[in-house]
């Protein structure tokens, strides 16, 4: 079989699992004339090796976009360019952090990030989470336990519980990161996708601490296949990863496609595509949310992102439901992929961006249907 996506889904399956964008808001025509605009110029950097830390063009096209949409000052020197934050990740375990090193994450927490961390065999320590995101309170005490070098949280409609964590919090664990001296790494993918209400402050406000990476992609707001995003942090941190060997070698990363997403953000089609996707995926969410109710789950309402998270029936077990949901021509994740203890057996994840809201309704109806057969 040939295969050019990620995911290749069975025969008439509505996947509930599939965490990306839908195929029709890949900013396709975005990209076409931003790419024209590119080529048009005679500027050709974009087609060189590139700067070490991007395109200083586009980064600072880049600080504009995100001083607007955070509502604070971004400066373009604290940005270094990345292959998304699944490579960035992998940056910062590979040049600030040793083997066994200790990384606290949330509980749950998105699963291929638990699989960079292990990559790099870090010692993973869960961090209990609420409605308010993690769960600072007893934080101090496992602190001092485990004397973690890093902190992973996906601060805003996280990954996959939805919940984002609450601004007194956020400065709690800057607080606590200052005085215990461990790295904050703040993946904020979802946070210009909110969609009710003010978002908190994303943690990029943070950054001057030297205590906090703050992580952005375009991967939810264009394309993930243009595999760009960014890393936020103090520059005297941004010039450890600059020192990489694959960096020296092959130049900053993503020239081309940051060339491209630089028109976008000139022409201010990036903006557009935005309010476009929010507007879509917030429909999506109530959709979901409206099929949701008849099946009596406890879960929380986002109010942006991708995904609902939602407690099982007591004794019943995701994994098996997933058995039963593939006979009925649905699917979804199991909660124990988001544990990094094998644990969150009585809990999926559902994502609403993949599928417009009447499969999303046929797929909330099928899953309904193999609850009732368990
Ligand atoms: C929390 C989180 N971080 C990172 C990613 C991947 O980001 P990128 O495509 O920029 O590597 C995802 C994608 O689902 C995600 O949900």
Known sequence: MIQSTQFALREGEIHLGIGHPEESLLAKDVLRQAAAHRFAQEDAAFLQYGADFGDDFFRLELAKFLSNHYGFAVDASSLYITNGISQALDFVCRYLSQRGDTIFVEEPSYFLALHIFADYDLTIIPVTIDADGLITDNLETLIKKHKPKLLYTIPIHQNPSGVSLSE????????????????????????????????????????????????????????????????????????????????????????FSSGLVRSALELGLQDNHLSYVKDVYSQRLEAMYDALKPLNLKFHKPKGGYFFWLELPEGMDANLLLDAAIKQGVSFQPGPKFSSQEKLSHFIRLCFSYYDTDLLKEGVKRLHTAMNTM
């Open 168 to 255: 007194k919090r956020r400065e709690k664990l800057v607080e606590l990161a200052q005085t215990y001296d461990f790295l904050i790494l703040a993946d904020e993918v979802y946070h210009l996708l909110n969609y009710e209400g003010h978002a908190p402050k994303a943690m990029a406000a943070y950054i001057d601490s030297k205590q906090v990476i703050s992580l952005g992609s375009f991967s939810k707001i264009l394309a993930p296949g243009l595999r760009l995003g960014w890393l936020g942090a103090d520059p005297s941190l941004l010039a450890k990863l600059a020192l990489s060997g694959m960096v020296q070698s092959g130049g900053g990363l993503n020239p």
